[in-house]
């Protein structure tokens, strides 16, 4: 569910009219239901409230500080996963004690300063890192609580490049390593290897492959504790799917029903980091028709945000439904046509749709891309010497820019001549 809505055949975001905010603010324009992100994440909150986990919203996937600050203030922590994001959970505010750090190839100075902020703690990705976060834990003259990442090897059953669980994949270690190392784990003095991890991809919509995982992973603890290795947390990471199209994803109440009873018999404090599923359907890109071009074989519907704004659709080929601000009534559904909606940027991969069955937009109409609140902005680009869009916060009948649109000088503001 989310806040935006037709009245009159006008789009709104809760009670602001996003037509007027286009006016307002210029596209291409994200704007953001601050109603509906608290919403998603209290409705996670309330499905797991039996275990009360710690919920580390996964910054990545929307990193805006305004963002950010909504959600620590109702008590989220934050999943990291690089040092720009560390200094971003500082700036709004993120108690230290509430932050997770995950991520491959966290650099020394990474890792250096995520220790000294005293993050609860890393989630480890491989040995050579372990030996690492040790060395420069004790160069310190500290000791930091770290999680093994296991690739359980799952399939999350979603597309191939938000796929981490797969033991083909470069994410985590496999079962038998982590059982290794937990043996040796009095030799890492300056670390305290006190908890698991696994986050086995994106948008995944069963809850199967989440139970396989947890499963496999809950054996594992068990038959850690009969050798007497006891641990404290549990993440479990995130990777909710949500609805872009004609999804049916589990919902939150279904996931926790499924996943609690395996998570109470570890007896571990757990921790979950959502993204997609708290910021997707709280966003919409909205965007100007420019020209409508006929060619030869297509109709393109050309629009002034492209794949630098919003990359889903170019990277993972991903739906996203495009409706326009204004419907205009009585227009009957055989008047659609099939158009490819697509951006300025040179590359063919520029586009928002393929093929898509739409009812006729002219010159000059608005246009609003929804469900682009996750991995929206936050994998957007300057290619083309584009400007990043402005950021629009609405709440009730208030909307606030959380972040001005770029401006040329902010283009070249490190370059040197
Ligand atoms: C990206 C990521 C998440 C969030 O994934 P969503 O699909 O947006 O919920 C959580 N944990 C880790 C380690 C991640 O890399």
Do not use: W
């Amino acid at each position: 569910m989310h806040e935006f809505k037709y009245r009159n055949n006008q789009l709104y975001c809760e009670n602001v009219l996003v037509g007027k905010l286009a006016k307002t603010f210029g596209t291409p324009l994200y704007v953001y239901s601050y109603h509906t992100l608290i919403d998603h994440y209290l409705k996670l909150k309330s499905a797991f409230s039996e275990i009360n986990p710690l919920i580390c919203y996964s910054v990545k996937a929307n990193s805006n500080l305004s963002i950010l600050k909504a959600l620590i203030a109702k008590g989220a922590g934050l999943d990291i996963v690089s040092g720009g994001e560390l200094f971003r959970a500082q700036k709004a505010a993120c108690p230290p004690q509430r932050i997770v750090y995950a991520s491959v190839g966290k650099t020394d100075k990474e890792i250096s300063a995520a220790i000294a902020r005293g993050i609860l703690f890393f989630n480890v990705e491989s040995l050579a890192e372990l030996k690492n976060i040790n060395r420069i834990a004790k160069g310190l003259n500290k000791i930091t609580r770290v999680a093994i990442r296991i690739n359980p090897d799952v399939e999350a059953k979603t597309h191939k490049y938000i796929s981490t669980g797969k033991i083909t994949n470069k994410f985590g270690i496999d079962l038998a390593s982590a059982y290794k190392i937990l043996l040796l784990r009095s030799k890492f003095e300056n670390l305290n290897i006190c908890g698991l991890h696994i986050h086995i991809g994106s948008q995944i919509t069963q809850s199967a492959p989440f139970v396989e995982a947890i499963k496999k992973v809950a054996d594992f603890i068990q038959r850690l504790k009969n050798k007497g290795l006891v641990l404290e947390y549990l993440n479990i990471g995130g990777g909710l799917g949500i609805i872009y199209d004609r999804e049916a994803p589990q919902t939150a109440e279904i996931y926790a029903n499924e996943i609690i009873p395996l998570l109470k018999k570890t007896g571990l404090k757990i921790i979950l980091e959502p993204g997609r599923f708290i910021l997707g359907n709280a966003g919409i890109l909205v965007v100007k028709v420019l020209y409508i071009k006929h060619t030869l074989k297509k109709k393109f519907i050309i629009v002034d945000g492209g794949m630098n704004d919003l990359i889903r659709p170019a990277l993972y080929n991903a739906y996203h439904q495009i409706v326009p601000l204004s419907l205009r009534v009585g227009e009957p559904v055989s008047a659609r046509e099939k158009v490819d909606v697509v951006g300025p940027i040179c590359e063919s991969g520029d586009f928002l749709a393929k093929g898509r069955l739409m009812a006729k937009v002219k010159e000059g109409d608005y246009l609003a891309v929804m469900s682009a609140g996750a991995y929206g902005f936050s994998m957007s680009s300057n290619y083309n010497s584009r400007l990043r869009a402005a950021e629009v916060m609405v709440a009730k009948d208030k909307a606030l820019v959380i972040r001005k649109r770029e401006t040329c000088e902010d283009l070249i503001r490190n370059e040197i001549i």
